[in-house]
C-alpha cells in the first residue's frame, strides 16, 4: 500500500505540531515581569516607537470613522479599541514588562526605604 504525499505532509505537520505544543504551554507559564536591560532596551528602541505610531494611526482612523461612529452611538468604544488601547500599551507599562497597567514597584520600594530610615535614623540618605 503506498501512502499519498498530501497525507505524509498531514502526518508530519501533525507530529511535530505535537512535539512543539507542551514548549508553547511551558513557555506561557515562563513569562517573567522583572525584565532584564537587554529586554528593556528593545522595548524602549522598538516597541514604543510602534505604540506611538499605533497611537496616531489609531487617532486618525477614530476621526475618520467619527461621524459613523457617532451615529451608530458607539462613538466611546471606537475611541477606547482605537486609541485607548495602543495608548495604554504604550504609555502605561514599565520598560519590558508584557502586562499594561501601574505595577505599584516604585511605590513599595519608596515605603520599604522609608521604613528602613526610620528604623536606622544614624544613616544620613544622600538620595531625596
Not at 24 to 31: F, K, P, S, Y
Not at 78 to 106: H, I, Q, S, V, W
Request: hydrophobic share 50%; proline share 6%; charged share 20%.
Amino acid at each position: 500500500m503506498k501512502i499519498k504525499p498530501s497525507a505524509r505532509r498531514a502526518a508530519i505537520a501533525l507530529m511535530i505540531g505535537c512535539l512543539m505544543l507542551p514548549q508553547a504551554l511551558w513557555a506561557q507559564n515562563a513569562v517573567d515581569e522583572d525584565p532584564n536591560a537587554l529586554i528593556m532596551v528593545g522595548d524602549l528602541v522598538v516597541a514604543r516607537p510602534i505604540g506611538v505610531v499605533m497611537t496616531v494611526g489609531g487617532v486618525a482612523v477614530w476621526v475618520v470613522s467619527l461621524p459613523f461612529t457617532l451615529l451608530a452611538g458607539n462613538a466611546s468604544e471606537a475611541a477606547g479599541a482605537l486609541m485607548g488601547g495602543p495608548a495604554e500599551a504604550t504609555f502605561m507599562r514599565c520598560l519590558g514588562c508584557r502586562k499594561n497597567g501601574y505595577t505599584g514597584k516604585d511605590t513599595a520600594q519608596n515605603e520599604k526605604n522609608k521604613a528602613e530610615e526610620e528604623e536606622h535614623p544614624e544613616v544620613v540618605s544622600v538620595l531625596p
